[in-house]
T-cell receptor, first 113, second 115 residues
Framework: ETGVTQTPRHLVMGMTNKKSLKCEQHLGHNAMYWYKQSAKKPLELMFVYSLEERVENNSVPSRFSPECPNSSHLFLHLHTLQPEDSALYLC????????????FGSGTRLTVV | TQLLEQSPQFLSIQEGENLTVYCNSSSVFSSLQWYRQEPGEGPVLLVTVVTGGEVKKLKRLTFQFGDARKDSSLHITAAQTGDTGLYLCAGGGRDRGSTLGRLYFGRGTQLTVWP
């Protein structure tokens, strides 16, 4: 499979649940990103991994916890989320950190109830 | 933070019309990218421009990077219903004091083309 694949596509979770979002890329890219997309807001960069090391964490609440076990996989672990965390969570990758075009996955539509 | 302002925020037109959307900033960018995002999907890269004054054409889409590399425009000729989507511009740059490059996204222009 080519491109960036995200699972699940849709997720509904309660505020006390723990869930994980998965992202996978087979493009040979060295950088992977988590973005949050909410209505009427620009894309918000959450986390960046370059060569499997976290290089950026933009003041994201600790209820979001990223994990990058290898250069092809990226996870976002979620626990005790709030309703305002409901959004589209997008994973992206690029050849190098912050350079070149980004390839995005289709996103996970998260609803916190 | 380097801000990118996109205008208009919403655009609704009939099939066959021409349109232009804009992406403006007070900051200089090393590159400027345009993405299109369809409902329920992630953004897809359309083009990257890197030289001030550069013009690139992709079928009916014409992209221009401003001479000062602070702004860009996207012109669509004879719009089709398949052009409907959210058009995002993104500028390549660095935060002040940082050596790391990053991409800054605008809020996007939501284009709807009616048959």
């Amino acid at each position: 499979e080519t491109g960036v694949t995200q699972t699940p596509r849709h997720l509904v979770m309660g505020m006390t649940n723990k869930k994980s979002l998965k992202c996978e890329q087979h493009l040979g890219h060295n950088a992977m990103y988590w973005y949050k997309q909410s209505a009427k807001k620009p894309l918000e960069l959450m986390f960046v991994y370059s060569l499997e090391e976290r290089v950026e964490n933009n003041s994201v609440p600790s209820r979001f916890s990223p994990e990058c076990p290898n250069s092809s996989h990226l996870f976002l672990h979620l626990h005790t989320l709030q309703p305002e965390d409901s959004a589209l969570y997008l994973c992206a990758s690029s050849q190098e950190y912050g350079r070149g075009g980004y390839t995005f996955g289709s996103g996970t539509r998260l609803t916190v109830v | 933070t380097q801000l990118l302002e996109q205008s208009p925020q919403f655009l609704s037109i009939q099939e066959g019309e021409n349109l232009t959307v804009y992406c403006n900033s007070s900051s200089v960018f090393s590159s400027l990218q345009w993405y299109r995002q369809e409902p329920g999907e992630g953004p897809v890269l359309l083009v990257t421009v890197v030289t001030g004054g550069e013009v690139k054409k992709l079928k009916r889409l014409t992209f221009q990077f401003g001479d000062a590399r602070k702004d860009s425009s996207l012109h669509i000729t004879a719009a089709q219903t398949g052009d409907t989507g959210l058009y995002l511009c993104a500028g390549g740059g660095r935060d002040r004091g940082s050596t790391l490059g990053r991409l800054y996204f605008g809020r996007g222009t939501q284009l709807t083309v009616w048959p």
